[in-house]
C-alpha cells in the first residue's frame, strides 16, 4: 500500500506513513484533506501519484460550477500543465503546486 485517497476528487491523498490517523472530520482536515462522502480509494506501488493528482485535478476543473466561494478552476487550471510528465519534473515543480495548492 502506498497512499489512501478519501473525500472524493476535492479530498487528498494520506500517505502510508499517516495510516493510523483516525477517519473523523478534525483529524483528516488536519491532513489537509477531507471526509466527503465516506469514500475511501487504496493505492499501491503501481499507482503513480503524479498520475492521480493529474486525474483529480482534470476532474474537478473540467466539473467546476463556478458558483463556490473559491472557485475550482483558476488555480487548478494553473496546476494541470505543471502535472503532465515524462520524466522531466523539477522540484520548482512542487513549489509551485504546493503555492497553488495553498
Do not use: W
Not at 480509494?41 to 467546476?64: G, I, K, L, P, Q
Not at 478552476?73 to 504546493?98: F, I, K, T, W
Request: proline share 6%.
Amino acid at each position: 500500500m502506498k497512499s489512501v485517497q478519501t473525500g472524493g476528487p476535492s479530498g487528498g491523498c494520506i500517505p502510508v506513513e499517516m495510516l493510523d490517523t483516525p477517519v473523523d472530520y478534525e483529524s483528516l482536515a488536519q491532513l489537509g484533506t477531507i471526509m466527503g462522502s465516506g469514500g475511501i480509494v487504496v493505492m499501491d506501488e503501481d499507482n503513480c501519484m503524479v498520475d492521480v493528482a493529474r486525474y483529480f485535478v482534470e476532474f474537478t476543473h473540467s466539473e467546476s460550477c463556478g458558483n463556490a466561494f473559491l472557485p475550482c478552476g483558476p488555480e487548478q487550471g494553473a496546476a494541470h500543465p505543471q502535472l503532465h510528465h515524462n520524466g522531466s519534473g523539477r522540484l520548482e515543480d512542487m513549489s509551485l503546486l504546493d503555492e497553488l495548492g495553498a
